[in-house]
């Protein structure tokens, strides 16, 4: 196996000349550079990442502790961030908690242990004693916290209450009188944002907020599933039913058309997230959007600019990075004022 001594020998140059031109540390001679690079080429050399990791303090690397990667509005942020750090030469280390605090301090010893240069840490809610792990470590990190905040972390503030009433109001603007909603569970921050959202775009318009045609569950599409299948049993339906995110709104379309009801003629349904596959849904899925491009991206610059400050020795304040929700309409809501 060819050593850094063989590609300075091959190209004529020192070892220190080789290593300035293979980590970009120094200005080299732009023919003395390709003299490097044909030796590089040559002999087929690949320079230890952990060799190099040590002499440049710097592994290129990042890890992501995230709830679970199976969530499609996670999923996707993943997907934003994985593409940002490809563009700028990073690894990307992942790993699912499934929100378990023993998960997250396994996890913050692997990153810590393969040298990441920083650490993106993005849960929906934290669990009792998880800020407490995050905030010991040593890292440059970004903790993105959508939950009660600690002070020390940064906070995402998606103003889940304006997308809750955007998409009622939307309904009512339709018409819709007799509106339904399957929340997710209402002790989660998002969940709740979302249901005030609900409460004050019918209370507004004056209309009937019955207690039966309010059901919370897990962020899933067997949790809406469940809960509209429960909604069915009722004498008295409504017209249409906001849903807590577009992964609840597949499971609600599913039990509607088992009963023999169709989207939008029977029941109207509306989403919230605007996940990738929801425009493929059967109807399209009315829903609010956020972006999980935007997001991740944002996420990814405060981290860069933590790494950079970790290395500089000067400290950073936690940011806030605001996310706007926009209805984006489809085909799963009917309008009443047509009739």
Same mark, same amino acid.
């Given at each position: 196996m060819a050593t850094i001594k063989d590609v300075a020998k091959m190209a004529g140059v020192s070892t220190t000349t080789v290593s300035h031109v293979l980590n970009k540390t120094r200005f080299v001679a732009e023919d003395t550079t390709q003299a490097v690079w044909n030796a590089v080429q040559a002999l087929n050399y690949s320079p230890s990442a952990v060799a190099r990791s040590l002499k440049i303090n710097t592994t290129k690397s990042i890890g992501m502790i995230i709830t679970t990667s199976e969530a499609p509005y996670f999923a996707e942020i993943v997907l934003a961030v994985e593409e940002y750090c490809y563009r700028l030469g990073y690894s990307l280390f992942l790993c699912n908690t499934q929100n378990e605090s023993e998960k997250i301090q396994n996890h913050l010893d692997m990153l810590i242990n393969k040298r990441v240069d920083g650490i993106l840490v993005m849960c929906s809610e934290y669990v009792e004693g998880s800020l407490t792990l995050l905030n010991r470590v040593n890292v440059p990190m970004v903790v993105m916290d959508w939950g009660p905040n600690d002070g020390k972390s940064d906070r995402i503030l998606d103003h889940s209450f304006d997308g809750g009433y955007l998409a009622t109001r939307y309904l009512i603007d339709n018409g819709h009188k007799d509106i339904a909603i399957i929340a997710g569970d209402l002790y989660k921050t998002i969940a709740k944002a979302r249901y005030e959202g609900f409460v004050k775009a019918m209370t507004e318009a004056g209309l009937l907020i019955r207690k039966e045609w309010i059901f919370e569950n897990d962020f899933e599409p067997e949790g809406g599933y469940e809960s509209a299948n429960n909604l069915l049993k009722l004498d008295h339906l409504p017209t249409a039913i906001v849903c807590g995110c577009d992964a609840m709104a597949l499971g609600v379309i599913s039990a509607i058309t088992e009963k023999g009801l169709h989207v939008p003629q029977d029941i109207s349904v509306i989403g919230y997230d605007n996940i990738h596959s929801s425009r493929f849904y059967a109807p399209p899925l009315t829903t609010i959007h956020q972006s999980k491009t935007r997001l991740g991206q944002m996420a990814m610059e405060? &981290? &860069? $600019? +933590?790494? @950079? *400050?970790? *290395? /500089? /020795? =000067? @400290? =950073? $304040? %936690? @940011? #806030?990075? $605001?996310?706007? %929700? $926009?209805? #984006? #309409? +489809? =085909?799963s809501v009917k309008n009443l004022n047509q009739q």
């Open positions: 405060v &981290l &860069l $600019e +933590r790494i @950079k *400050a970790h *290395a /500089d /020795d =000067s @400290k =950073s $304040e %936690p @940011k #806030v990075l $605001e996310i706007y %929700p $926009e209805l #984006v #309409v +489809r =085909s």
